[in-house]
């Protein structure tokens, strides 16, 4: 296998943590994964820890490339199920799953990925508060419920699950309707 770079190691080194589990990225198994020498790998990084700085950093620049803006046409179901199904595709996008993966994967052992999914939350947690509002539902207590629900369907999706979020959503739209 022909390597063109820096980006083609970290994206095979992604790939381990994301399906194996960081315990199974070596520079040895990277490299016999690669079919290249260590010596190659190591010109490119001086050590895993830099690769992992590179995996996150550009981790992150790709999951911000994958935004999306909502229409705030409709009714509570149509904008809050459009908002559930953007971020369902982020987080089953090929190009970010694996970094999402990893991310989730290392959270709780790792700062770097422990913040990444920190600005997540945030991220979902703003764009419903926006929503919410939008909708004249300035409701702290149920924007974090929606969000946390969303997230946890995330999740879920992160770990192999088909998880359809549109039946919570369409649920979460009724008791909105309910509360007004």
Excluded at 103 to 129: F, K, N
Excluded at 130 to 139: F, P, Q, T, W
Excluded at 147 to 154: C, D, E, N, P, R
Aim: net charge negative; hydrophobic share 45%.
């Amino acid at each position: 296998m022909k390597i063109s770079g820096k980006d083609a190691i970290a994206d095979a080194a992604l790939d381990i943590i994301a399906f194996e589990g960081i315990d199974k990225l070596t520079m040895n198994t990277l490299s016999e994964r690669l079919g290249i020498n260590k010596a190659s790998i190591y010109h490119w990084f001086s050590s895993k820890d830099e690769m992992i700085e590179h995996i996150f950093r550009k981790g992150h620049e790709r999951l911000m490339a994958r935004g999306f803006r909502l229409s705030l046409e409709g009714d509570a179901d149509e904008i809050l199920g459009r908002a559930a199904e953007g971020w369902r595709r982020i987080f089953s996008d090929d190009d970010t799953l694996p970094y999402l993966r990893a991310v989730y994967s290392l959270r709780y052992t790792d700062p770097r990925a422990e913040e990444e999914a920190r600005s997540i939350r945030l991220m979902i947690q703003s764009q419903i508060d926006v929503l919410m509002a939008s909708m004249g539902k300035d409701d702290k207590f149920l924007s974090m419920l929606f969000s946390s629900l969303l997230l946890q369907h995330l999740e879920a999706m992160l770990d192999g699950g088909n998880d359809d979020f549109s039946r919570d959503a369409e649920a979460f739209a009724s008791l909105l309707a309910e509360n007004s």
